[in-house]
């Protein structure tokens, strides 16, 4: 099993996910300190009902609790974008966000 297929079957597990995107980023970092040691760079896109009414820490703290050990051994980064259903960034979301080059700035 990759470290790929790791990371998605804990975070399945843990969380019950309708949406999960795990991307493996490792290439991207070649040479770079945390990778000398075997371990990777990974980005995470996961919408959950668990994450419903939590702050983005108390989500984030789950998803490092779902990978748990993998930290320790396989993991060197991990980018986390974690939504509850319906909010910005998830699959149906209504709401736009628009893009920062839009956003006044006073």
Same mark, same amino acid.
């Given at each position: 099993?990759?470290?790929?297929?790791?990371?998605?079957a804990?975070l399945?597990?843990?969380?019950?996910?309708?949406?999960?995107?795990?991307?493996?980023?490792?290439?991207?970092?070649?040479?770079?300190?945390?990778a000398?040691?075997?371990? &990777?760079?990974?980005?995470?896109?996961?919408v959950?009902?668990?994450?419903?009414?939590?702050?983005?820490?108390?989500?984030?703290?789950? %998803?490092?609790?779902? %990978? &748990?050990?993998?930290?320790?051994t396989?993991?060197h980064?991990?980018?986390?974008?974690?939504?509850?259903?319906?909010?910005? &960034?998830?699959?149906?979301?209504?709401?736009?966000?628009?893009?920062?080059?839009?956003l006044?700035?006073?």
């Amino acid at each position: 099993m990759t470290r790929v297929e790791q990371i998605r079957a804990a975070l399945q597990a843990a969380l019950a996910p309708t949406e999960l995107d795990v991307v493996d980023d490792s290439v991207r970092h070649a040479g770079h300190a945390g990778a000398r040691d075997g371990r &990777g760079h990974f980005n995470v896109r996961v919408v959950s009902a668990a994450f419903a009414g939590k702050p983005p820490l108390a989500r984030h703290r789950a %998803v490092y609790a779902a %990978v &748990g050990e993998m930290m320790q051994t396989d993991i060197h980064a991990l980018s986390i974008k974690a939504f509850a259903p319906g909010e910005a &960034g998830s699959p149906g979301s209504e709401r736009v966000v628009p893009p920062l080059d839009h956003l006044p700035l006073s």
